[in-house]
């Protein structure tokens, strides 16, 4: 037990961010396969097995994507996005406890959320300010996303399968909305440098990201609307 313990103590931020994909799997065996029929009724939002299943490979894919920019993309962007899923992992642990409480009926996933995603999503924050990663543009910036990044993604991925796209079509679109991104960032940092880039995104980043907030929640709000009416 004491070796565990000093091998957290001494992992740096790039080795503990390896964490967050290892506990995020963890976390999923225990929402299956009580979630689905859980979220539907709790939430009352017409939620399936296949939507869960997917939405969390989507969401897999990016974490994984983000890990892979912190080593082999300069500047910042890796590490921002990496930390928004800490913080995002961080409200999931929120949101259950939540609905826990209110609901006084356990919601799949509470004890993990709760018991692994909270200290170690504060521990990579802290790493990262330990090792000079956090600014006060990068908190901000990767909290604003770790709030809404999550709903915007569970949003397509529901959106997508409703409209009877496949799967394989679904990652598909993953692979270029998730993926193509990160190569083009890439490739306009070696063009007009780290420094430039991450500028461009601190400031348009939140531009971008609350019209499709916005966007996303009156679309949920009308699409639960029509399942009431009819």
């Known amino acids: 037990m004491a070796s565990i313990f000093e091998f957290i103590r001494d992992i740096n931020f790039y080795q503990a961010i390896w964490l967050l994909p290892i506990l995020g799997v963890i976390h999923s065996l ?57 913080a995002c992992f961080f409200l ?26 909270v200290p170690a999503s504060l521990y990579i924050y802290y790493l990262a300010g330990k090792e000079g990663l956090l600014t006060t543009w990068t908190l901000v910036l990767s909290i604003i996303l770790g709030i809404v990044v999550l709903p915007i993604v569970v949003s397509i991925v529901h959106n997508t399968i409703d409209s009877g796209i496949t799967f394989k079509a679904l990652i598909k679109k993953v692979l270029i909305m998730g993926v193509l991104p990160f190569v083009v960032m890439a490739i306009a940092m070696m063009v007009f440098g780290r420094e430039t880039v991450n500028t461009i995104m601190i400031y348009a980043t939140p531009l971008i990201v609350l019209p499709l907030v916005l966007k996303t929640l009156k679309k949920m709000k009308e699409k639960k609307k029509s399942d009431t009416i009819s």
């Open 30 to 86: 225990e929402e299956l396969p009580r979630f689905p029929d859980w979220a539907a009724k709790t939430l009352e939002i017409p939620y399936t097995s296949t939507k869960f299943i997917a939405e969390n490979i989507v969401l897999f894919l990016i974490l994984i994507a983000a890990i892979v920019m912190t080593f082999y993309v300069p500047g910042k962007a890796g590490v921002i996005l990496v930390l928004s899923t800490a």
């Open 92 to 117: 999931n642990a929120i949101f259950h406890a939540f609905f826990t409480l209110k609901t006084g009926v356990y919601s799949p996933g509470t004890v993990t959320a709760c018991l692994f995603f």
